[in-house]
Nanobody, 126 residues
C-alpha cells in the first residue's frame, strides 16, 4: 500500500506565503519510485485544476496564473514533494491536492499508479 500525506495548509492574508508538503510512503518492505509529483487545486464550485508537476529530474511545469509566485520542488531521498506559495491571492483559495505518480515494488509484485493525498485547505483573505 502507498500512502500520500499532505501538510502545510492554512489561512493567510493576501500577500502571504505557505509551504505545502507531500510525503509518499509504502508499508514495510515496499519500495517506491516516484516519477512525478503533481499539485492540483479545487476551489468551491469549480473543477480540479493542475497547478504544477515536478518530474523526477526536477523539471517543473506551472499553470500560467501561478508562475513566478509558486515554486515546486522535491526531495527524492524522502519521496517528498513541496509547493512553496508566495504572494498569495484570494483567488488561490482552494483545497490543494498532491498526487504521486510512479512505481511500487513489494516482494515480487510491481505496480504503477497515481496515489492521491487527502487534500489540504488553503484560504487567502483580502
Amino acid at each position: 500500500q502507498v500512502q500520500v500525506v499532505e501538510s502545510g495548509g492554512g489561512s493567510v492574508q493576501a500577500g502571504g506565503s505557505l509551504r505545502l508538503s507531500c510525503a509518499a510512503s509504502g508499508t514495510s518492505g515496499n519500495r517506491l519510485r516516484i516519477n512525478a509529483f503533481e499539485w492540483y487545486r479545487q476551489a468551491p464550485g469549480k473543477q480540479r485544476e493542475l497547478v504544477v508537476t515536478v518530474s523526477s529530474s526536477g523539471v517543473q511545469n506551472y499553470a500560467e496564473d501561478v508562475k513566478g509566485r509558486f515554486t515546486a520542488s522535491r526531495d527524492n531521498t524522502r519521496n517528498t514533494g513541496y509547493l512553496q506559495m508566495n504572494s498569495l491571492k484570494p483567488g488561490d483559495t482552494a483545497t490543494y491536492y498532491c498526487a504521486a505518480e510512479g512505481s511500487s515494488w513489494y516482494g515480487s509484485e510491481h505496480s504503477v499508479g497515481r496515489w492521491w493525498g487527502q487534500g489540504t485547505q488553503v484560504t487567502v483573505s483580502s
